[in-house]
């Protein structure tokens, strides 16, 4: 069991509307990366915070956002929510990687978002 | 994108060892070969990661093969609790030091 924990756990929402998903990083931890896992699909990657500022992004639209903050936790928010936004939203922190580290995740359980 | 091919599925006995299989002919040098799995209704866990060389841990082996084109991940028993998708990652520069899944291999493991 990893030290990261997200919050909520289930959510609904219609379309249109706006939702803030939140993480709490691991101990020792100051990187965080959000992923994107629909049904029957592996994770897909939205973006990684360190240091508070965004140090990565995949293949999503400016409507998600995201931000960190100095005890290293984490929100992802995405606006006009669509139907196909419905998926688990994965959070998962890591040490930056360095020379000494390749930065391996360690993933909550994630929060469940319908969108009807 | 550093990209990674699976199978989709695989199946194994209870207490057998298991080979899952990767190939990644277009890795580079600088590419570290990940190794992922993600039970039911869990996120994903980090199970062994390795560069050139073959490396173990307490939960199972990496085999690389010599010019790095292909990996195995090597579970020594297989028990029920290791019914999971196992996914194949390559993290390094080329990939803006992040990690893609792809699909996976979707290991059933038969009592």
């Known amino acids: 069991e990893t030290g990261v924990t997200q919050s909520p756990t289930h959510l609904i929402k219609t379309r249109g509307q706006q939702v803030t998903l939140r993480c709490s990083s691991q101990?020792?931890?100051?990187?965080v990366s959000w992923y994107q896992q629909a049904l029957g699909q592996g994770p897909q990657f939205i973006f990684q915070?360190?240091?508070?500022?965004?140090?990565g992004r995949g293949n999503f639209p400016p409507r998600f956002s995201g931000l960190q903050f100095p005890n290293y936790s984490s929100e992802l928010n995405v606006n006009a929510l669509e139907l196909d936004d419905s998926a688990l939203y994965l959070c998962?922190?890591?040490?930056?990687?360095?020379?000494?580290?390749?930065?391996?995740?360690?993933f909550g359980e994630g929060s469940r978002l319908t969108v009807l | 994108d550093a990209k990674t091919t699976q199978p989709n599925s695989m199946e194994s006995n209870e207490e057998e060892p298991v080979h899952l299989p990767c190939n990644h002919s277009?890795?580079?040098?600088?590419?570290?070969i990940h190794w992922y799995r993600q039970l039911p209704s869990q996120g994903p866990e980090y199970v062994i990661h390795?560069?050139?060389s073959n490396v173990n841990n307490r939960m199972a082996s990496l085999a690389i093969a010599e010019d790095r084109k292909s990996s195995t991940l090597i579970l020594h028993r297989a028990t029920l609790r290791d019914a999971a998708v196992y996914y194949c990652?390559?993290?390094?520069?080329?990939?803006?030091?992040?990690?893609?899944f792809g699909t996976g291999t979707s290991l059933t493991v038969i009592p």
């Open positions: 998962a922190s890591s040490r930056h990687r360095d020379s000494t580290n390749t930065g391996e995740l360690f």
């Open positions: 101990s020792g931890h100051n990187t």
């Open positions: 915070y360190y240091r508070e500022e965004e140090n």
């Open positions: 277009t890795i580079s040098g600088t590419d570290y």
């Open positions: 390795g560069l050139t």
């Open positions: 990652i390559l993290n390094g520069p080329n990939t803006g030091n992040q990690f893609y």
